[in-house]
């Protein structure tokens, strides 16, 4: 039993959820504040937990939870993660992902709290010269969302200089899967992420599945990514405090599997599981897509003890279609 609550912004994110799910089961105190922009309040299942509806960047609200609970932590998932949007619309994404955990990080200055958990992205990373990626590899994205995620890293870092905020900056690759028993899972609109896109078009909520690019420099012409299973990711949280509040140093991990998959090995994978044939149309390069994205996730097991159990891209796919043909079909109420 840890000392202090933890406050988990974006907890009702799909991240955020399973994440609290685990480190609720884990008999913190957590308290979670979420916009509810895309996160869902049912997301959140354990009624131990504390669920204030409300914005990162809300001084007021942020002053009145950290009188009330003394926060040990703060672990921050409360961002938008759509690339193509933040193209398009960069500066809600400056806005909403770099100018307000400002306020976060005021407050947690004000009230003495000095660690941070935060979700970072392998979109820090940009077109890796070197696959797999490590962590000395340069950061140099090449989208907004990247850069709006780097910069909170540079001003974690300047915090640490300034008033000695210790932080765990945690790049994930590309979440997926749900939760085994399907409680909860992936519920994004739109949804763009390939896994529960490929599902979709096997439900009929969604038509044939475009494969976006067949001729990328990979051994089937389709790109390669690191599939990472979210309750990997929800333990690494997990670790990632216990060390952190236990005084170890700041952080900057991957959390990959170190295992590259291709687009056309997922509907695969999918077509195994499901034993159902998948609509496809090949298609087009997507903008921004790098052609490989794949971990090495060895610093974060050095320094955390991490590794990912979910191995076998199997074993994802089918958590996320018992999800998808759970009692609310892979879809929140609220
Ligand atoms: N893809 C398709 N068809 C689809 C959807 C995706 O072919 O309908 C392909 C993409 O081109 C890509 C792969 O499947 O090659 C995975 O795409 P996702 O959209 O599922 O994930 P991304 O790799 O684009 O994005 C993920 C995270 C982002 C993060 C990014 C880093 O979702 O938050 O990795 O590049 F920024």
């Not at 976006?212 to 990632?240: E, Q, S």
Request: charged content about 20%.
């Amino acid at each position: 039993m840890q000392e202090g609550a933890i406050l988990i912004t974006g907890g009702a994110g799909y991240i955020g959820s399973h994440t609290v799910r685990l480190l609720s089961s884990q008999r913190r105190k957590i308290v979670v504040l979420d916009n509810l922009v895309y996160g869902h309040r049912d997301a959140i299942i354990d009624d131990q937990v504390e669920f204030v509806k409300g914005e990162v960047g809300d001084k007021e609200l942020l002053k009145e939870l950290f009188s009330r609970h003394a926060f040990a932590a703060v672990v921050h998932f409360a961002a938008y993660a759509y690339v193509g949007e933040s193209v398009q619309n960069p500066l809600k994404y400056y806005r909403n992902n770099t100018s307000e955990p400002l306020a976060l990080l005021d407050t947690m200055q004000d009230f003495g709290c000095k660690v941070f958990v935060f979700s970072s992205t392998c979109a820090t990373y940009g077109v890796p010269e070197v696959v797999p990626i490590n962590e000395n590899t340069v950061q140099s994205p090449i989208n907004a969302y990247g850069r709006s995620k780097l910069m909170l890293e540079w001003i974690l870092a300047d915090c640490e200089t300034a008033w000695g905020l210790r932080s765990a900056c945690l790049r994930y690759f590309n979440a997926s899967g749900c939760a085994e028993d399907g409680r909860i899972g992936e519920d994004h609109d739109p949804e763009t992420h390939l896994i529960p896109r490929v599902l979709m078009a096997l439900t009929g909520e969604a038509g044939p599945v475009e494969i976006f690019g067949t001729d990328y420099p990979t051994p089937d012409g389709t790109c390669i990514r690191d599939y990472i299973h979210v309750n990997d990711l929800a333990t690494a949280h997990a670790k990632a405090l216990d060390y952190l509040q236990t005084g170890g140093a700041s952080l900057r991990v991957n959390l990959g599997t170190g295992k590259g998959v291709s687009v056309r090995e997922i509907i695969s994978a999918v077509e195994a599981v499901t034993g159902q044939s998948v609509p496809v149309i090949e298609g087009q390069r997507r903008a921004g897509d790098p052609a490989q994205l794949v971990a090495d996730p060895s610093l974060a097991s050095d320094i955390l003890g991490w590794r990912a159990e979910h191995l076998d891209i199997l074993q994802t796919v089918r958590s996320a279609w018992s999800w998808m043909n759970g009692p609310t079909k892979g879809r929140y109420s609220s």
